[in-house]
T-cell receptor, first 109, second 111 residues
């Protein structure tokens, strides 16, 4: 079974803090993704990576950066958290089919 | 802009009935199609994938693909209250690693 894990299920941060969300997959997948999901807006792609150290912007990359130093690990960084980044963050990895981690519900106060 | 459209619902069906969920997509070159189930507060879970025209059955679930009409559907037979969730349709357009997700259809199965 594919396993995608995320570092936290719930996170509360203050405005202006730097936030790190980590994702690890155990299936040697080359492609990994970060999404955010908000009511009424669906899943929106923030960034994806198709190989180690390779990344591409998704639909809403502003205010975010990513890091992929190892194949199994893909990190999302909020450089300076803002209240409009309060959301559910979902990591996914794929070979053919895409599998999601459990999600991190981030609240920025 | 490549799009995937779903009726947001809620779609309400009685227990034991067939639930029919539909999805249309705009990119004619798309090759891969997926259905995810998402319970409230949880992450999406892959339940079906389909790659060629026709039907694909897995237990109580049947995915149907019609590339000429650019739609994909999911049938759930003998619906159970535990099937109550939001169902997301996803399409992988040609030439990209990305998936395009619909906004989901909320299904309510009434006991």
């Amino acid at each position: 079974d594919v396993k995608v894990t995320q570092s936290s299920r719930y996170l509360v941060k203050r405005t202006g803090e730097k936030v790190f969300l980590e994702c690890v997959q155990d299936m040697d997948h080359e492609n990994m993704f970060w999404y955010r999901q908000d009511p009424g807006l669906g899943l929106r792609l923030i960034y994806f990576s198709y190989d180690v150290k390779m990344k591409e912007k998704g639909d809403i990359p502003e205010g975010y950066s990513v890091s992929r130093e190892k194949k199994e690990r893909f990190s999302l960084i909020l450089e300076s958290a803002s209240t409009n980044q309060t959301s559910m963050y979902l990591c996914a990895s794929r070979s053919g089919e895409q599998y999601f981690g459990p999600g991190t519900r981030l609240t920025v106060t | 802009q490549k799009e995937v459209e779903q009726n947001s619902g809620p779609l309400s069906v009685p227990e034991g009935a067939i639930a029919s969920l539909n999805c249309t997509y705009s990119d004619r070159g798309s090759q891969s199609f997926f259905w995810y189930r998402q319970y409230s507060g949880k992450s999406p879970e892959l339940i079906m994938s389909i790659y060629s025209n026709g039907d694909k059955e897995d237990g109580r679930f049947t995915a149907q693909l019609n590339k000429a009409s650019q739609y994909v559907s999911l049938l759930i037979r003998d619906s159970q209250p535990s099937d109550s969730a939001t169902y997301l349709c996803a399409v992988s357009p040609s030439g990209t690693y990305k998936y395009i997700f619909g906004t989901g259809t909320r299904l309510k199965v009434l006991a």
